[in-house]
């Protein structure tokens, strides 16, 4: 049994906000907000972090970045600029072990990250 809350997003078992979808990944808003907008994209199949991706995934990696792009020009930040971030395991903060990309922006960010 699969108790991961990301596959279920995927299966439509739980709701959210999905603002895009194709054959192999699904982008939705985050529930807890921390930039006017805050959207995470992420394969259909299940990869609990980003230590397990492999080789063969490389197009998979790369088609959750163009989606990543194509939702930032959407929500018109492309220019302003925005932020992608993959957090990887307990020193990152990962708390959902589903890989996802966060696109944040609509903000100022601060660097370094805290
Ligand atoms: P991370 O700390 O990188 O694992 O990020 C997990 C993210 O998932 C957090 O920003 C949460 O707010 C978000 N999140 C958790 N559950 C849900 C959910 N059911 N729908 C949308 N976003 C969620
Ligand atoms: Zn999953």
Redesign the pocket.
């Known amino acids: 049994m699969n108790d991961c809350?990301f596959c279920k997003?995927v299966d439509k078992e739980?709701p959210?906000e999905i603002v895009y979808e194709n054959e192999e990944v699904v982008a939705?808003?985050?529930?807890?907000p921390?930039a006017p907008v805050?959207v995470?994209i992420i394969p259909k199949k299940h990869i609990p972090t980003l230590n397990n991706i492999v080789g063969e995934q490389k197009k998979l990696i790369g088609e959750i970045l163009l989606v990543a792009q194509k939702i930032a020009r959407e929500k018109g930040i492309a220019e302003r600029g925005y932020r992608t971030v993959f957090?990887c395991n307990a020193d990152?903060?990962?708390?959902?072990f589903h890989i996802?990309l966060?696109l944040l922006g609509g903000r100022k960010m601060t660097w370094p990250p805290g």
């Open positions: 809350i997003i739980i959210a939705f808003n985050d529930i807890n921390q805050h995470l957090n990152a903060g990962q708390d959902v996802h966060h």
